[in-house]
């Protein structure tokens, strides 16, 4: 599975919108982008994946360049409950059958 | 969706004692389960994929004696961290994939804290 690469922290006032970006200049052709994130000592939570195209869901949005380079993850109204580590992941197979490799995340912190 | 649970939530032992970690999927059947370990302030790291009815395949550098792994129903798989010391102490999640879902479920955790 292929590297990504995400800022280790980041703010965002409650009310707006929080745009966590992801690195993974190496991604192959046939690897999606997953979402995840992690409230404080619980497990982790899916959000949203893709290929290429745009997506969303009632939780997130997810943008992909059209180079497939980089992407981000849109929560358009945070909370300060999305105060959490979000994991950016880039995995070989759609399927939920498959292991998931986490990297170090971004902490967000939803500021009042 | 589907649910995933652990038990017990958190456990203290006193080190050399074995401690014994369930997963559960609660609606949905799992032939495959996954196990991690995170340590405060760092990143889930996967420990072993749990099989139904075979052994467990762990990740390098994981004592498949220390961590033994049961994957006896397509329901329940089972982590026993054997002879537990201090540096034992971690959380421990499991996940399972389930038909026609595309992402993982993960547990909500086990705290062990061994003394």
């Known amino acids: 599975d292929a590297k990504t690469t995400q800022p280790p922290s980041m703010d965002c006032a409650e009310g707006r919108a929080a745009n966590l970006p992801c690195n993974h200049s190496t991604i192959s052709g046939n690897e999606y982008v997953y979402w995840y994130r992690q409230i404080h000592s619980q497990g982790p939570q899916y959000i949203i994946h893709g290929l290429k195209n745009n997506e969303t869901n009632e939780m997130a949005s997810l943008i992909i360049t059209e180079d497939r380079k980089s992407s981000t993850l849109i929560l358009p109204h945070a909370t300060l409950r999305d105060t959490a580590v979000y994991y950016c992941i880039v995995r070989a197979v759609s399927g939920g059958y498959q292991k998931v490799t986490f990297g170090t995340g971004t902490k967000l912190q939803v500021i009042p | 969706g589907a649910v995933v649970s652990q038990h017990p939530s958190r456990v203290i032992c006193k080190s050399g004692t074995s401690v014994k970690i369930e997963c559960r999927s609660l609606?949905?059947?799992?032939?495959?389960m996954f196990w991690y370990r995170q340590f405060p302030k760092q990143s889930l790291m996967l420990m072993a994929t749990?099989?139904?009815?075979?052994?467990?395949?762990?990740e390098q550098g994981v004592e498949k004696d220390k961590f033994l792994i049961n994957h006896a129903s397509l329901t329940l798989s089972t982590l026993t961290v054997t002879s537990a010391h201090p540096e034992d102490s971690s959380f421990y999640i499991c996940?399972?994939?389930?038909?026609?879902?595309?992402?993982?479920?993960f547990g909500p955790g086990t705290r062990l804290t061994v003394l």
């Open positions: 996940s399972a994939g389930r038909g026609g879902y595309n992402e993982q479920f």
């Open positions: 609606d949905f059947q799992a032939t495959t």
């Open positions: 749990s099989n139904e009815g075979s052994k467990a395949t762990y």
